[in-house]
């Protein structure tokens, strides 16, 4: 689970509202249980990502084909596969491939 965890974020935050708690004489509860809620929430996001890619890999090694998205960005738009095992697409950890074309199986969604 914690390869989806989103690590500029938890930097961040840790930067913003932990390492401060250490160094303040009078702590705001305010801010620490916005931190805390915070973290938790970079936590759910990651558990969701984690069960997504885990729903997907089920769905393709039943054999249902999924729509997936690679790519994307500032720049560019994103591509979108459509991946079956009856396209020639095989399962590697938590990533479709084929050939030399890697997509994370939590950017897919059933069509």
Not at 31 to 51: K, N, Q
Not at 83 to 111: H, P, Q
Request: hydrophobic fraction near 40%.
């Amino acid at each position: 689970m914690f390869e989806y965890m989103n690590n500029g974020a938890l930097f961040v935050l840790s930067v913003v509202f932990i390492i401060p708690l250490f160094f303040e004489k009078t702590r705001d509860p305010f801010v620490t249980t916005l931190g805390v809620i915070c973290i938790a929430l970079l936590f759910m996001d990651a558990h969701d990502s984690y069960s997504t890619a885990q729903e997907n890999k089920t769905y393709f090694k039943r054999g249902t084909a999924l729509k997936c998205l690679s790519g994307g960005g500032l720049y560019s738009e994103a591509n979108r596969y459509r991946v079956s095992k009856k396209n020639g697409w095989s399962l590697e950890g938590d990533y479709f491939t084929k050939d030399s074309l890697m997509i994370r199986a939590n950017k897919c969604e059933r069509l």
